[in-house]
Every structure is written in structure tokens, then in C-alpha cells.
């Protein structure tokens, strides 16, 4: 979590990162996207310490980005489905793997790739005009302050 | 930065995250996408501690996502333009910026905007299918270990 001296802050890429800035969390975030809900599908796939684990995992409830299930009685045990703002998150995550992907390579190729589910194509992230419709390069991208 | 126990980590969202995944590296970056260059600039844009920013422009700098240019003689003053490396973050920034819009809004509505240049149309960052060639949804979207 960033400083709350951020709290104030009037950027929403200041406020999402307050609420996904902490370095495990979007982590934590691609494997629940990659299908992983269970605490110890989360401690196998990250090599994340468990401690740290139960502290992201409460904080990503906390924050409406992951709900907390039970699906065992006796003894109770948990699963940690994305909500739809979790899930949500696809589309940065997915931004910066593909930059990672394009800028810091490896040289056995990359390890994972975002498929169209059923139809198989490779989805990439794209900027789109919602006036003229067609595909924006980041460079033909101005952030404007509105108001 | 992550601890260094996830730089051999075989996922290149680990990887960008290593890279950009500090608490302030993605801010200044928005920054730069703004157009800030200087230094006095970027203190005045975050409200970030001067030793702070010194120490996150270096280390941008060794990652080869700014560079550093001298602007001034006598006293040396130097300006830290993003590298194409940099630049190609807009995507991810936008992505981030755009899920905050939607899931932590503002009452007034959100400050700022992705505009295409020119054009002036709002930039939405989309998924699109490299096969299909339509446009994808997050739940349409698988993220599948391809090695």
C-alpha cells in the first residue's frame, strides 16, 4: 500500500495503486485469474511465504477484489474467488505481461500467452479510439486533464 | 524492485514487475506520459521527497525505461525523457488508470483522460483477438502456459 499521504490523491492511477501497488498483490491477482483459489494453490504457485500470503489475501477481501468462501466444514477451509473488480483486472495485468513480454525477453520465448477462449487467437492489448474507432499507438496518446 | 529470490521467476509479470513494481516507478512514469521532464518538475507533479526521486530517476535510468540528458551548463542540469522502452508503458498505465476509473470512482468523475491526438476521441484500452479479430472480453480470456 502506498503512503496515505497518497490518500487524497486526485489520479486514478495513484488510487489503483494504493489498492494494487503492493508488490505481491497483482501477483496474487494473476493467479487467480490463471484459475488458483485455494491458499495452497497460491503458496505453489508463488513461492510466497505463508504469513505474507494471509496478509495479501485479507487485504485483496478487504478491498473487494477477492471474496472469501468457505467450501469445507470441519475443518473450515477457504477459497478466495476475484470479484468482478477483480477480474477486472485482466486487461492491466495482461498489459504488463505483454510489455515484459516486448521489453525484458526471454530467451526461450515467453512462458505464458493471454488465448481467446474457444476461438484460441492471441490477445493482445490494444488501444482503441472511441471516435474514429480505429487502433491508437502510444504515441498518438495525449492524457489530458479534464477538469 | 522485489526481492531478488523472484529474478529467475519464469513469468514476465513477475519480470515487469521487478522492473516497475516499486511504488513510485509507475507515478513517474504517468508523469513523463504528461510530458514532465525535469526534475523540479516531477517534485512538483507527485509531491514526492526529493532523495525519493533521485533514487527512483537512477534506477528508471539503469533500466533503460528514461534517459538522462543534459539540458544546461554551468550549473550541469539534466532532463529525463522516457526511452521507447518507457514510452511503450502508456498501455499498461492507461489500463491501470481506466480499471481505477471504473472500480474506485471519483464523485466528481475521473480527472483525467486518454485522448487521441488529433482526433481528440477518448482512448479505451480494449483486448483484441489476433485471429478473430475481434474485440475480447476479460472472461473471454484464457492466460495459458504455452512451454
Known amino acids: 500500500m502506498l503512503k496515505r499521504t497518497y490518500e487524497g490523491q486526485d489520479c486514478n492511477l495513484a488510487r489503483s495503486l494504493e ?7 497483482l501477483l ?24 505474507i500470503l494471509t496478509s ?21 477451509r477457504y477459497e478466495y474467488p476475484l470479484t468482478p473488480m477483480g477480474r477486472d483486472l485482466a486487461t492491466a495485468v495482461i498489459a504488463l505481461m505483454q510489455w515484459g513480454d516486448r ?29 474514429c474507432d480505429r487502433e491508437v499507438h502510444g504515441e498518438e496518446v495525449a492524457v489530458r486533464r479534464i477538469r
Open 56 to 76: 495479501r489475501l485479507a487485504r485483496l477481501v478487504e478491498l473487494g477484489i477477492m471474496e472469501k468462501v468457505p467450501y469445507q466444514d470441519k475443518p473450515v
Open 103 to 131: 521489453n525484458l525477453p526471454l530467451e526461450q520465448g515467453p512462458p505464458r500467452r493471454a488465448e481467446h477462449i474457444g476461438c484460441d487467437g492471441h490477445v493482445h492489448v490494444r488501444l482503441g479510439c472511441g471516435k
Open 19 to 25: 489498492v494494487i501497488g503492493e508488490r505481491w498483490s
Open 28 to 51: 496474487i491477482v494473476r493467479s487467480a485469474l490463471l484459475g488458483v483459489k485455494r491458499f495452497d494453490g497460491f503458496t505453489g504457485h508463488l513461492q510466497i511465504a505463508r504469513n
